[in-house]
């Protein structure tokens, strides 16, 4: 689990350890790492220190997570940063944190999955790769402006993986959130954390999710309570992945149909 010392990824850890698997926790807060570590023994718990922002440590952490742990058979990218960006007033400050943020939340979650894919697709058994993307993929936030085009980008590059990866024994799953009361959001202020739906909520939504064996696991809406329903926005993701589906077996040389 990339990004588990807290919010989303701390939570999940915490459920899927709970459900009886290993997790080894990674992230770049030492402490929270083995804290994790103790409260759930070795047997159940592992953890590296790693900043996923740190690309010239990607290769080594690569290398070192499968020697530890051979028998890993799902790679799950959770970690991200979120800022607004006011685009009226740019400036060099601006262009850096707008890039920092790209590299955190798409290039190095492209870098990571591509690195481990060897690894996984060695294995006999089902492996997965797991990214936690956002409904702001779909429907960008405008003052969120990296965050939402670094999380289009995952989504594009995820369905294209996918589609690249169907005869194979990976499986490739995006996990959308709604809001969640995390962290995340600390640049509000104490209001932050208090926004949007309850971690572990979500994580009950997202294990079931899972279980179900869904490709992508959306849970609730975008916006405002009432703004737009969930069968709305379930309808807008359902016809684009209904035109992507007929774009890939269009490129792929198959029959396709037309959609209208």
Not at 166 to 184: D, F, G, M, N, R
Request: aromatic content about 8%; overall charge negative; charged content about 20%.
């Amino acid at each position: 689990m990339v990004g588990a010392t807290s919010g989303i990824g701390l939570a999940m850890s915490e459920r899927l350890v709970q459900e009886g698997s290993k997790v080894v926790a990674v992230g770049r807060r030492e402490d929270k790492l083995d804290a994790f570590v103790s409260r759930h023994g070795k047997d159940r718990a592992a953890a590296i220190k790693f900043d996923i922002g740190d690309s010239a440590g990607i290769d080594d952490f690569v290398s070192e997570a499968p020697t530890k742990h051979p028998d890993i058979d799902c790679i799950f990218l959770n970690a991200g940063t979120q800022h607004p960006v006011n685009l009226t007033e740019p400036s060099n400050e601006t262009l850096t944190k707008f890039h920092a943020e790209i590299n955190v939340n798409f290039t190095s979650f492209v870098d990571l999955s591509l690195k481990f894919l060897p690894f996984l697709k060695a294995k006999t058994e089902p492996t997965s790769l797991i990214f936690t993307g956002t409904h702001l993929a779909l429907v960008p936030a405008m003052t969120l402006t990296a965050y939402s085009a670094s999380k289009a980008a995952l989504n594009s590059f995820v369905m294209s993986l996918r589609a690249q990866l169907h005869e194979s024994t990976v499986k490739v799953i995006e996990i959308w959130p709604p809001l969640v009361q995390t962290e995340l959001h600390d640049y509000d202020g104490p209001r932050g954390r208090t926004m949007g739906m309850p971690v572990d909520k979500f994580v009950d939504a997202a294990y079931e999710g899972l279980l179900a064996g869904k490709a992508l696991v959306a849970i609730g809406t975008v916006g405002p309570p009432g703004m737009v329903s969930e069968a709305y926005f379930s309808k807008m993701i359902q016809e684009r992945e209904a035109v992507f589906e007929q774009l890939t077996r269009a490129m792929r040389g198959e029959k396709w149909e037309a959609l209208a």
